[in-house]
């Protein structure tokens, strides 16, 4: 069955980057879309970032843009975000979601001095 | 971008009785090239990343119990569970694909 594992989470001080990745098992992944989704504590999901099947078309949520960067290695069946200047309102379990349907079970990024 | 709001925001619904959730989206997501709405609803439950119950805002994805079921078009969509059972205890979100993603703030469902 289909896997995603993410990592890279943990605790940061503001300004601080990240780098999350997702890996994924049990499908033809360079043929599926993906993205990152994030959840803060206690609070609602909200989308982060869409990458297509081949990389080449690439949407940002308007609070991250300009900040977060999303990639993809088909090779490695992966998936990442490289965070970089980092707010403390970006603290959030990070999910990667193939399709509708495959989430992973996210990774805790947690921002603060 | 496509606002989604839920009401109501939560529930309390006694077992064996009908719960309704309902989405409204801030601009249509019916796509009349493919006669599809991009709509679909999700159970979270603590701990856990959401499930995927309904996409196509009425499909049912596999395995989901046929007592989850989604209606509407263009801007107003609901999810009735048709016999509220104690499984069901969770927070649902509406979510659209039409244009990238944007969800529902979500909609706790308690049994009364």
């Known amino acids: 069955q289909v896997q995603l594992v993410e990592s890279g989470g943990g605790l940061v001080k503001p300004g601080g980057s990240l780098r999350l990745s997702c890996a994924a098992s049990?499908?033809?992944?360079?043929?599926?879309?993906m993205s990152w989704i994030r959840q803060a504590p206690g609070k609602g999901l909200e989308w982060v970032s869409y990458?297509?099947?081949?990389?080449?078309?690439?949407y940002y949520a308007d609070s991250v843009r300009g900040r977060f960067t999303i990639s993809r290695d088909n090779a490695r069946n992966s998936l990442y975000l490289q965070m970089n200047s980092l707010r403390a309102e970006d603290t959030a379990v990070y999910f990667c979601?193939?399709?509708?349907?495959?989430w992973g079970q996210g990774t805790l990024v947690s921002v603060s001095s | 971008d496509i606002v989604m709001t839920q009401s109501p925001d939560s529930l309390a619904v006694s077992l064996g009785e009908r719960a309704t959730i309902n989405c409204k989206s801030s601009?249509?997501?019916?796509?009349?090239?493919?006669?599809?709405?991009?709509l679909a609803w999700y159970q979270q439950k603590p701990g856990q990343p959401p499930k995927l119950l309904i996409y196509?805002?009425?499909t049912r994805d596999s395995g989901v119990p046929d007592r989850f079921s989604g209606s509407g078009s263009g801007t107003d969509f609901t999810l009735t569970i048709s016999s509220l059972q104690a499984d069901d205890v969770a927070v649902y979100y509406c979510q659209q694909y039409y244009s990238t993603y944007t969800f529902g703030q979500g909609t706790k469902l308690e049994i009364k």
């Open positions: 990458i297509s099947s081949n990389g080449t078309t690439i």
């Open positions: 979601q193939i399709g509708l349907r495959n």
């Open positions: 196509w805002a009425s």
């Open positions: 049990g499908l033809t992944f360079s043929a599926y879309y």
């Open positions: 601009q249509s997501v019916f796509y009349s090239s493919n006669n599809q709405n991009y």
